[in-house]
């Protein structure tokens, strides 16, 4: 690795110098700061980002189609006390609808509460939930570091609690917000109905939210009364697109090393962080090789996915649209993660690969960059993993990240402009090295032989 060592340092003095990636984040955050898929805003950042390619000087810039749901929040979301009466002000809790969810009849929903922290809990009401609104209120864990394996702990409740409501004949879900702050801001999210169970309506509660109403139902058992009114909708799926666009290897232009982030982003505050960061910091991973002359011997390639929140589209069409050329590629990279400092990466790779790849991130001891931990790359190139290639995610600072994820505060203030260059310089860097090697990274197992 030591003849790399000289041009990543000059790299972290360009980028700190000269970074672009947060200039490009404040125009993708004006441009199409609401970009949901489906939406006028999605069309828009995928039009962005295809001229910005351009712009910057990458090669072979296309669209690549994918077919996108498209769910709306509409105008309406509201959850009122009506029971027991509360002062003048304090009888409305903040929610959002998760995304996917159905809306409620015009008039609402009117309803006690039940309160459980798992779906054991839920399950052992027996009839006790029939007729009601669940309150899922499991925290993260906040004696966790990583605050994504406290996520990993607790999403299932929004993913998931909707079906698991109703079937036990409940007519809601009232989820606590996936953040490891204690404040009034709700935070929307992902989540799903299941074939033959009854499609009951599911919001995000602010955390505030959620131990308020906690509080009341131990205060008033028995005698908590909701209305839930919801009119956000599904329409039908709308054509969208996958971004691309290569820097050419110089000598093995067949072999890929992939670098992407998803370009969609959910409908409240701008997806600064998630993942307009991580759009902008493999952006400009590439302008800034190609701004200091180096095409290395394999191609890299930088894919913004669409519809990660809701759907991951883009990563299947990718890999259908790839799979002939999936045994070519040598790393895929992704960053999704929030653009805070970078401390390292998580890979997937088999031994052999794991060590060239923490070789190639010691070069970045300078910036404090130099971990690679196991893990995975991310949700947008995890279908390629059943082909064997190596994935890696780089890995921020975790501790701010769930304070805006998903939620009206993920806007381009929260971003810090040095934190995310040294992200975007950390991929530029370690792409650019696994992409230069004489040796290829050696591949992972096929785990699925099919062709589909
Ligand atoms: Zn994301």
Redesign the pocket.
């Known amino acids: 690795m030591a003849p790399f060592a000289g041009l990543v340092e000059e790299l972290v003095r360009a980028s700190l110098t000269d970074g672009q990636a947060y200039e490009k984040l404040a125009l993708l955050c004006r441009v199409a700061p609401h970009r949901l898929s489906g939406s006028q805003g999605a069309d828009r950042a995928v039009e962005w980002a295809r001229e910005t390619m351009i712009r910057d000087g990458l090669e072979n810039v296309r669209l690549e189609p994918v077919l996108v749901p498209c769910w709306e929040r509409g105008d309406t979301a509201q959850l009122e006390i009506l029971e027991p009466p509360m002062p003048s002000g304090e009888g409305e809790l903040r929610i959002l609808a998760l995304g996917g969810s159905v809306g409620t009849p015009g008039e609402g929903i009117v309803a006690g509460v039940v309160e459980v922290t798992s779906f054991e809990e839920l399950a052992n009401l027996g009839g006790a939930a029939r007729g009601k609104l669940v309150l899922f209120n499991r925290p993260m864990d906040p004696a966790l570091v990583n605050t994504f394996a406290a996520y990993g702990g607790s999403v299932g409740q929004r993913g998931q609690g909707a079906i698991e409501a109703a079937r036990v004949g409940a007519v809601g879900a009232l989820v606590r917000s996936m953040t490891t702050l204690r404040d009034d801001s709700p935070h929307t999210g992902a989540m799903h109905y299941e074939e033959g169970v009854d499609k009951v309506p599911s919001v995000a509660v602010s955390t505030l939210g959620a131990e308020k109403l906690s509080g009341l139902l131990r205060d008033h058992p028995g005698r908590v009364r909701m209305r839930l009114r919801l009119d956000c909708r599904t329409l039908p799926d709308r054509p969208s697109a996958n971004v691309v666009g290569e820097i050419r290897g110089r000598e093995k232009p067949e072999e890929i090393v992939l670098i992407g982030g ?1 370009l969609d982003a959910w409908d409240v505050g701008e997806g600064a962080h ?2 307009g960061s991580g759009c902008c910091q493999v952006l400009e991973a590439a302008r800034l090789l190609l701004a200091s002359g180096l095409r290395p011997r394999r191609t890299l390639r930088v894919v913004l996915f669409l519809n ?2 809701n759907g991951l589209r883009g990563a299947q069409a990718y890999y259908e649209t790839h799979l002939e050329e999936l045994p070519l590629h040598v790393m895929a990279l992704e960053s ?1 993660r929030g653009g805070f400092t970078p401390r390292g990466f998580t890979t997937d790779g088999n031994p052999r690969a794991a060590a060239m790849l923490a070789a190639a991130s010691s070069l970045l001891s300078s910036i404090g960059c130099s971990d690679m931990l196991p893990g995975s790359g991310g949700a947008d190139v995890s279908p390629l993993r059943r082909k064997g290639v190596v994935t890696v995610g780089l890995y921020p600072d975790c501790q701010r990240y769930f304070d805006v994820h998903h939620s009206e505060n993920d806007i381009l203030a929260a971003v810090n402009e040095r934190e995310l260059e040294l992200g975007a310089v950390a991929i530029a860097a370690l792409a650019y090295v696994v992409a230069d090697l004489p040796e290829r990274l050696p591949p992972n197992e096929v785990t699925d032989g099919e062709s589909r």
């Open positions: 998803h998630d993942d990660e929140e999704d």
